[in-house]
């Protein structure tokens, strides 16, 4: 029997990204393990379901924690009872634990995604003082490294990775076959959430935190609604800069703002919207960015790494420079108040999207998990 083991921070990470690959892997008839940690939300019990074995592993998400010496720890016991022959690893602190176990596993593939090296340009000066290290030390212990953006594909070179070890895949895949949304059920679904027919819905999915930057959008959102009245923000995701942003909203007195939370209807929200955005300061290949485009959508990024790598500039969307305000403003009054330019541009995010599907993504990542 092959054993495969799956490793991320969180098993929500695992849930979101990563089940397409594992039934890839089940239907190979290969019996598949998942070490992490529960944050919110009932992903163990969705991976489960699927017959995934779970084995709880307390990694924190920051490097300096105890937690993740008893992580650590964890990783080898398994390591020790269990032989795996393809362990693939996801999240810095994960990977970083997984791969240092290495010797445990000195026959099992080591196979690590790279989301977005948390050292990039622009970065903090202590981001590349602590990670890249961190990196640079597991490079012997990484049979393949994907990497799911340019810049990432160029650092990899720095970080001393021979060519025949990196492997570029456009993401983690996105499914482009959807099924239609009758005009009705888009009419009932407005309606429950209060949105009148006339206006532009602008859609930002993303967890709540500081580096999804939503408060760049929020602080310029009072200005956008004097240029294009009909605009409403739908804001899906937890995290915890929740709390802090209603306060704001309500302090300025911003209008047409909702906070849906959690939802497993994405696809059904993504066909009523009319605009995708993220306003990250770091990317990997963002997900929520490639099924806006999937659903025919323009969208306003930043340029950061992973987000220019799937909008272009006045093409599909507007790219726009970190703290600009004026430039992040007038890309929504162009785009909500002309549904011509939505749809071009939205037309186009569709085409381009295509190179960033399940099918194409799938065939690479078979063929990384099938080399010998």
């Known amino acids: 029997m092959v054993n495969v083991l799956f490793s991320a921070g969180v098993y929500r990470h695992i849930a979101v ?50 937690d993740n010496y008893i992580a650590y720890k964890g990783i080898t016991e ?16 994960a990977a970083f634990l ?20 948390h050292f990039f340009k622009g970065a903090p000066l202590k981001n590349w003082l602590f990670y890249f290290p961190l990196e640079l030390i597991n490079v012997k212990n990484t049979d393949v490294l994907i990497t799911i953006n340019s810049e990432d594909t160029e650092t990899a070179k720095k970080l001393g990775f021979p060519e025949y070890k990196v492997v570029h895949i456009n993401g983690v895949g996105v499914d482009i076959d959807i099924d239609s949304f009758s005009e009705e059920a888009k009419r009932s679904l407005k309606q429950a959430l209060k949105i009148s027919e006339e206006k532009c819905i602008i859609t930002y999915v993303a967890e709540f935190n500081n580096n999804k930057n939503h408060m760049f959008l929020l602080r310029n959102w009072k200005k956008i609604k004097e240029q294009a009245p009909n605009a409403v923000l739908l804001l899906a995701g937890l995290g915890p800069n929740v709390k802090m942003y209603k306060n704001y909203i309500e302090q300025e007195e911003l209008a047409d703002i909702q906070f849906l939370g959690y939802r497993d209807d994405m696809d059904n929200i993504l066909q ?11 990317e990997g290949l963002p997900k929520s960015i490639m099924e806006g485009m999937a659903h025919n959508l323009p969208c306003v990024v930043t ?8 909008v272009d500039h006045y093409y599909n969307g507007f790219v726009i420079e970190q703290g600009d305000d004026l ?46």
């Open 78 to 93: 398994l390591f020790k009872r269990i032989k795996f022959d393809i362990i693939h690893v996801h999240s810095p602190v």
């Open 303 to 310: 340029n950061t790494r992973g987000l220019r790598d799937l």
């Open 17 to 66: 990204f990563h089940i397409p690959y594992i039934k890839l892997l089940q239907e190979k008839g290969y019996d598949v393990y998942v070490a992490s940690t529960e944050d919110y939300g009932n992903s163990k019990e969705k991976l489960e379901q699927l017959n995934v074995k779970c084995i709880d592993i307390p990694y924190n998400r920051n490097p300096l924690s105890i």
């Open 98 to 117: 997984v791969r240092g176990a290495r010797k445990y596993v000195p026959n099992g593939k080591m196979i690590y995604t790279a989301h977005g090296f």
């Open 272 to 282: 009523i919207s009319d605009v995708i955005t993220l306003l990250s300061f770091r």
């Open 327 to 372: 430039q992040l403003i007038k890309s929504f009054v162009t785009l909500i108040n002309n549904p011509v330019l939505r749809q071009q541009m939205g037309s186009k995010s569709r085409e381009k999207i295509k190179n960033f599907s399940y099918d194409a993504v799938i065939k690479e990542y078979r063929k990384v998990y099938d080399q010998k």
